[in-house]
């Protein structure tokens, strides 16, 4: 009998205080929240129940596993403690990003992972674009959605070797990226800052929430189980089952899945320490002129730059610009989480008048070390059929959909394809709440260097 966590899990005080944001700073203050549809009617888990496969944790991932389940014929329960999306997937900038971080990619994938694990990844997540948009489609989710493209602009002329490196090998694997020259670049954007970019007609943007919500909807109408504000207290290998108890049930299940992303709550404390949540804020500006489209972001793209403190933007549907990104000080004023991003959007984008914080909100990423997914083994025994699995790393939407979609296919036994991932056992990071806190620390520093290699650019 393997006992993964109990009831007298204390988190650190930093996982205390980045749990903890300020209250004009929180979930109910999104312009998501503001604005998505509702989402399914759910209830919390009472007494005892049975499933095949359990999965705590309502987010992208933990919905895309439960749908594709359920449409292969397999018995799934979600346990959410709060509601679809409360945690990173109801709170991010709402891009659809088919592509790994900066630096990631095929060459650095087939030398991290291997030739095998490395193509199949890359397939994965450069086809998860197309896979979100073709699930939004098929079960018809009201979410604002826009498959207009995701641009990378550089910000200096000497990543453009890099930029061109780039485009060829997702070419390579046959994606449709292009190459942007400057001028196509300073159109697209609307900032004469940039030397290039890179661009996947395949991405995109939505309303985050709005798009988990219907995930739920589609895996509930699929004949997945879906409970809500049932938060997982422990859960226990007991003879060939999982015990998983929450507040007021218990559910019995033959596997178990755990997508908790940062928000585990020391469930499987290994696998948790794994990674490293990053505090980030998100704000939204007041209604701009709708004639404003014509000069910043024309194709109503999704745009992310290149700058160790990047620059990342979109409209919303009624012509709002979103933005956001780390602050020096994750622990910092209210206000200053208003304002630091839109003053410096509007330093880069002059034709823009002044921005008003209209909604303002607050939320964690959670990255490993190397910025890649993982599936994990709970337990003590790789028979024990429970598995922890993270995969957002700051490219969530498409990745975690993405790989939600494979690990079912896995689950169901319908699929010949490997997994794109290898199954290992936890490598906790030492310190994961120092490690967070090291983002917003550095981040003075890579100020100074971003402010550098612009004034040589100019």
């Not at 697209?188 to 991405?203: I, K, M, N, Q, R």
């Not at 709005?210 to 938060?231: E, P």
């Not at 709708?290 to 700058?307: E, G, H, K, Y």
Request: a neutral charge.
């Amino acid at each position: 009998m393997t006992e993964i966590a109990h009831e007298g899990y204390r988190p650190t005080l930093f996982e205390r205080l980045a749990a903890a944001p300020h209250p004009s700073l929180s979930f109910q203050a999104s312009f998501w929240h503001a604005t998505a549809p509702e989402g399914p009617q759910t209830a919390p888990l009472e007494g005892e129940a049975e499933t095949d496969v359990a999965i705590v944790g309502g987010g992208y991932l933990g919905f895309s596993t439960a749908l594709h389940l359920a449409e292969a014929g397999v018995e799934a329960t979600v346990l959410e403690a709060d509601e679809p999306g409360f945690g990173a997937s109801g709170r991010n900038t709402g891009f659809v990003v088919p592509n790994f971080l900066t630096g990631l990619d095929p060459t650095v994938m087939a030398r991290a992972m291997g030739e095998e694990h490395g193509r199949l990844l890359c397939d994965m997540i450069g086809q998860g674009g197309e896979l979100v948009f073709e699930l939004i489609r098929r079960h018809g989710i009201d979410c604002e959605a826009r498959q207009s493209g995701w641009l990378q602009p550089v910000h200096t002329p000497e990543k453009l070797a890099w930029l061109e490196d780039r485009v060829a090998q997702w070419r390579a694997l046959g994606r449709p990226v292009q190459a942007l020259s400057r001028d196509e670049a300073v159109y697209e954007t609307g900032s004469d800052v940039y030397h290039g970019a890179f661009l996947d007609p395949t991405g995109g943007h939505l309303n985050p929430l709005a798009y988990c919500r219907g995930l739920a909807a589609a895996a509930v109408k699929a004949g997945a189980t879906v409970h809500t504000g049932s938060r997982v207290r422990s859960v226990e290998r007991q003879g060939d089952r999982w015990r998983v108890a929450t507040d007021r049930g218990v559910l019995i299940a033959r596997r178990l899945l755990l997508t908790t992303n940062a928000t585990g709550g020391g469930l499987a404390p290994k696998a948790e320490a794994t990674q490293f949540p990053i505090t980030l804020f998100q704000v939204a500006s007041q209604p701009l002129d709708p004639a404003l489209r014509d000069s910043v972001l024309p194709n109503d793209r999704a745009a992310a730059d290149t700058r160790k403190e990047l620059v990342a933007y979109r409209w919303t549907w009624d012509n709002r610009i979103v933005t956001g990104g780390l602050l020096a000080s994750p622990f910092g004023s209210a206000e200053r989480a208003r304002t630091y991003h839109l003053d410096r959007l509007r330093e880069m984008l002059p034709q823009l008048p002044p921005l008003a914080p209209a909604y303002a909100w607050q939320g964690r990423l959670a990255a490993a070390r190397d910025f890649l997914p993982r599936l994990m083994t709970l337990g003590d025994r790789e028979s024990d059929q429970g598995w922890s699995a993270i995969a957002c790393n700051g490219r969530g939407m498409a990745m975690t959909t993405a790989l939600g979609r494979r690990i079912a296919l896995w689950l169901s036994g319908g699929s010949n394809e490997k997994l794109p991932v290898p199954i290992t056992r936890p490598d906790p990071v030492a310190v994961p709440s120092l490690a967070s806190v090291a983002f917003s620390v550095w981040l003075p520093w890579n100020r100074r260097i971003d402010r550098a290699e612009l004034g040589r650019a100019k």
